[in-house]
């Protein structure tokens, strides 16, 4: 399993990036800043652009995916592309009955509680991706010599909706399921770890530089839990990825006493929540493995010279770890002004790498 030759990260067009290079560990020509959800509400392109489709559809017209993927690149000058799509469209793909509410976000027909339940989950199939590649295609067409990010959800987050039907706090259900049936637990982590790993492929095959797994929810769980019931899941995903040589980010939030076994999954760069100072966050990791983070998105809205100070900060606690790629601490709220985006993108674009 490999890259093809034609693709970015192998002719030459995204392989020197700042983005590519810092989350190989090598020194920049400038410093690379993207963020989670940088595509989506906080656009009023976006908004115009999507009036009248749902979400999980406007994921599935490629054109449409496409456009909503460049906008921020086109605003911002960040230094990345993050794949508009949603962690739940490889169950959609599958043929689970999945919508994403306004509002209130993924919602599941049936929800997945039984060993049976999972046995009965539809396989997703390489042919159900085209959508997907094609979206990608059409974006690394446009981007050139900016990388586009590719992502997938990690099993647990993935399960944490399939489990509870519906966002909730606590993740209560796929807690209690670990636990009280680990056969089925794990039957369906796999099937997640699957279906996550096939959709990431398709994005790295057909043209992305990297690929962030998210497990946003994985805070929900000590460190026991994480490494018996979900760290194994993970690891499955990433193998269906980590031939093709792309670099892996890790991404989670609440996860500050998760951040050793999350890396050790098997990933190239460790992404930090805005809750932990990367220095610390470094020292946790031995300094091994680039970070990204982590600006707190409460901080878009504070005054500039509040937010300037933070995102100086957020820097200085960066510059021990072996690379550093800037980015939120969560994703962009949807009230955020983009035009302090832009200003935060041309401030840590001045300040020498
Ligand atoms: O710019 C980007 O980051 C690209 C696209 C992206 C989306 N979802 C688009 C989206 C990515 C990377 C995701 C991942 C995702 N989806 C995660 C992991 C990252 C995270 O934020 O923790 C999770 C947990 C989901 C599940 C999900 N999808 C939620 C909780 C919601 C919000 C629901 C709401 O309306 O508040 C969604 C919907 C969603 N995914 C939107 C976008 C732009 C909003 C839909 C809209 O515009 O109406």
């Known amino acids: 399993m490999t890259l093809s030759p034609g693709h970015p990260l192998m002719d030459g067009r995204t392989a020197d990036s700042p983005l590519i290079t810092a989350y190989r560990g090598g020194k920049p020509s400038r410093r690379p800043v993207w963020f989670m959800r940088q595509a989506g509400r906080s656009l009023p392109e976006y908004r115009r652009l999507r009036q009248g489709t749902g ?10 995916a496409a456009e909503i993927t460049l906008q921020p690149v086109r605003r911002h000058d960040v230094d990345a592309g993050i794949f508009f799509s949603d962690i739940v469209i490889p169950l959609k793909l599958a043929g689970v009955g999945v919508d994403i509410v306004p509002g209130v976000g993924p919602v599941l027909e049936h929800p997945i509680r039984t060993a049976a339940d999972v046995a009965a989950l539809p396989v997703l199939t ?21 990388p586009l990010v590719g992502f997938a959800g990690a099993p647990f987050t993935l399960a944490a909706y399939m489990v509870e039907g519906k966002p909730s706090r606590d993740h209560l259900g796929p807690r209690t399921m670990m636990h009280a049936d680990p056969q089925a637990w794990q039957a369906l982590a796999n099937w997640a770890a699957d279906a996550s790993g096939m959709f990431l492929r398709a994005q790295l095959e057909a043209g992305a530089s ?30 269906h990825v980590r031939p093709l040589g792309a670099p892996l980010i890790h991404f989670g939030t609440g996860t500050s006493e998760l951040l050793v076994a999350m890396r050790d999954v098997g990933v190239d760069v460790v992404g930090v929540d805005y809750r932990l100072p990367l220095d610390e966050a470094n020292r946790r990791l031995g300094g091994s493995v680039p970070l990204q983070g982590n600006i707190d998105p409460a901080l878009l809205s504070a005054p500039w010279e509040v937010l300037e100070a933070h995102v100086l900060a957020v820097i200085a606690a960066g510059a021990e770890a072996p690379g550093h790629v800037l980015n939120l601490g969560h994703g962009v709220p949807p009230e955020t002004d983009p035009a302090v985006l832009t200003r935060v993108v041309e401030l840590i674009h001045s300040i020498e790498p």
Do not use: H, N
Not at 55 to 64: H, R, T, V
Not at 134 to 145: F, T
């Open 126 to 146: 390489e042919e159900a991706l085209e959508p997907i590649r094609e979206a990608v295609r059409l974006v690394v067409a446009e981007l050139g010599s900016t």
């Open 55 to 64: 979400m999980l559809e406007s994921c599935l017209k490629p054109e449409m």
């Open 210 to 239: 990297a690929g962030q797994l998210f497990d946003s929810w994985a805070g929900s769980l000590g460190l026991a839990d994480y490494s018996r019931y979900v760290a194994p899941a993970s690891a499955r995903a990433l193998e």
